[in-house]
C-alpha cells in the first residue's frame, strides 16, 4: 500500500471534516523542512491565494517532491499530492488524473473556491514540472 493509500484509508476513517481538517494540517506539519535556497519566485506556484513553493530532483529516473507553504491547510494539500506523486517518474506522473485520486477526500465540497484554484494550480505546477524533465535529453 502506498503512502497515499494510507492517507486515503485514514483520512475515510474520520467522521467529520474538522477531524479531516485537523489531519490534513498535521500532514503538513510532518514534511520535512522546505530549503530556503527554493523559496524563490523560480519555484512560487502561481495561483494560489496563499504563497506556496514547490521544488521537484530526481532519483533514479524517478522525481522527488518537496513543497511549503504560510498556509496551514494548504501545506496539508502540498503533503497530499507529493504522497500521490513523488517517487513517480515523469512519464506515470502524466498518466495520473489527480483529480480522480483525489475524488476520495471529497475536498471539491469543503474546500474554499480560491483553495480548489490553489489546488488545481499545484497540480498543474507539478504536471509542467513532470513534463520538463521527461522533455531533457
Avoid at 474520520?14 to 506539519?29: S, V
Avoid at 512519464?91 to 483553495?115: G, M, W
Wanted: charged share 25%; hydrophobic share 45%; with cysteine.
Amino acid at each position: 500500500m502506498s503512502q497515499f493509500d494510507d492517507i486515503r484509508a485514514d483520512f475515510e476513517f474520520l467522521d467529520d471534516w474538522e477531524e479531516r481538517y485537523k489531519y490534513l494540517i498535521d500532514l503538513g506539519r510532518n514534511l520535512p523542512p522546505y530549503p530556503e535556497a527554493f523559496r524563490d519566485e523560480a519555484h512560487k506556484v502561481r495561483g494560489c491565494a496563499s504563497q506556496v513553493w514547490l521544488h521537484a530532483g530526481e532519483q533514479d529516473g524517478a522525481l522527488v517532491f518537496e513543497g511549503d507553504s504560510d498556509a496551514h491547510i494548504v501545506k496539508g494539500l502540498i503533503a497530499l499530492l507529493i504522497a500521490l506523486y513523488s517517487g513517480q517518474t515523469p512519464a506515470a506522473i502524466a498518466s495520473v488524473n489527480a483529480f480522480d485520486a483525489l475524488k476520495p477526500f471529497e475536498l471539491e465540497d469543503h474546500l474554499t473556491p480560491q483553495r480548489s484554484n490553489g489546488l488545481s494550480a499545484m497540480v498543474k505546477r507539478i504536471e509542467a514540472i513532470a513534463g520538463q524533465y521527461a522533455a531533457a535529453p
